[in-house]
Each structure stands twice: as structure tokens, then as C-alpha cells.
């Protein structure tokens, strides 16, 4: 089985063709769903070789193919003082992007 460590999103994701991640939203605007992505690599595994040098992964090329957009789930912030009546209350939801790897291509 083919895999690789790559970096999506400021995290490094374990992936294989066909696996869908989520990854923070891409900069720029929103890319529409059915774009191509290139993620760049970190580590390869090729059945019983294993690629991790910057000359080795030169050749390799991560893609992806984004999904949709979709939220992360709600967080509530509350600052609260004591005594003095003081309240505040703040949501927010991260914005994501859900990607499909559909080639390793090494």
C-alpha cells in the first residue's frame, strides 16, 4: 500500500488514494469544489521503501481535490468577571476545506 505524510493546512496528514481529509480553509477565495490541489510531501511509503529525503521526493506529486466547504464546530468563548456584572460571550466557527487525494505519483 501506497501512502504519504504530507503538509495540509499547517498540520502534517497521513494519506492514501481516495482518503478525504480536513484541512483549515485555503488562503485566496474559496475554491470551488472539483479544483486540484498539490500538497507537498514529507515522507513516502512504497511498500517496503520509504522516501524521506528532499531529493527522493522531488520527483513525487500529492493530489488533491477539493470537496467542499464546510464548518468546524461552534466554540463558545465566555469572559466573565467577578463582581462587577461584567459578561461576555463570543462564538466562532473555523472555517474548513474537505479534500480527496485521488493520485500519488512518484
Known sequence: MVYAIVRAGGRQEKVSVGSELLIDRIGGGTPAAGTN????????VDGEKVTSDTQGLSGVTVTAEVVEEVKGPKITILRYKNKSGYRKRQGHRQKHTRVRITAIDS
Open 37 to 44: 490541489l498539490q500538497l507537498a510531501p514529507l515522507l513516502l
